[in-house]
């Protein structure tokens, strides 16, 4: 998605219970969301979200014919701007864990009324993580021991010519990395909302990375969330 938000934001819905995904859709339409696919099972979703180009998908797991994790995997590996919010009745911690590694922006309980989704919807499309109460903590702590095993590419900043993070920006990356929203990070630093987005694409672009996931990996490896 580009910096700045243009028209409606694009949703595809993707869950094989034909009644809630038309109902969902539905809802994403009266509230000013552009539906721009829908999909029932795993490989249709693949095929549909590559042609039409949503900015976020709402992904149900438990698909036929390819799983739900398996469906985010292959479309971020596609379109890393892509934002990816699982809508799920499992509240397993497996579960959880597993669609954030896929690359999911957040993860939400399909117990959540249609405020919370609709709201859940917005936040996902600007790059907030947005999880169901009581999961947040667990994705952060999920983070702290995928900083804990080797990294797959060495970034040491100590090597000459690597990416310089600007003051503010390593500041931002430090919030991140404390598990605080980009609402809280634009509050605690009396920046806007949007400022705080710009300097973590900014973040992700010198540092080569591709998501959130990444990049409190990248900061907690280096002691951010610490100092």
Not at 178 to 206: C, D, F, M, P
Request: with cysteine; charged share 25%; net charge negative.
């Amino acid at each position: 998605m580009s910096e700045q938000q243009t028209g409606p934001i694009k949703v595809m819905v993707v869950d094989d219970h034909p009644m809630w995904r038309d109902a969902v859709a539905r809802d994403l339409s009266e509230s000013g969301f552009e539906v721009v696919a829908t999909a029932g099972d795993g490989e249709q979703a693949v095929r549909r979200a590559k042609a039409a180009g949503p900015d976020v998908l709402v992904l149900d797991l438990n698909l036929p014919a390819k799983p739900g994790v398996q469906v985010c995997k292959e479309l971020v590996a596609h379109n890393p701007a892509l934002r990816v919010l699982v809508l799920s009745a499992s509240g397993e911690h497996a579960d959880v864990l597993e669609a954030v590694k896929s690359g999911a922006t957040g993860y939400l309980l399909k117990s959540a009324s249609t405020e919370e989704l609709l709201d859940a919807v917005r936040r996902t499309a600007v790059g907030d993580p947005v999880f169901t109460p009581g999961l947040a903590g667990l994705v952060l702590g999920e983070y702290r021991r995928l900083a804990a095993e080797p990294a797959p590419v060495d970034r040491d900043s100590d090597q000459p010519g690597a990416p310089q993070l600007t003051e503010r920006e390593t500041e931002v990356l430090r919030l991140v990395a404390k598990g605080l929203s980009y609402k809280q990070i634009a509050e605690r630093l009396v920046i806007s909302h949007r400022t705080v987005q710009n300097h973590v694409q900014n973040t992700l672009g010198k540092l080569q990375l591709h998501n959130r996931v990444e990049l409190v990996r990248y900061a907690i490896e280096r002691g951010l969330d610490d100092a």
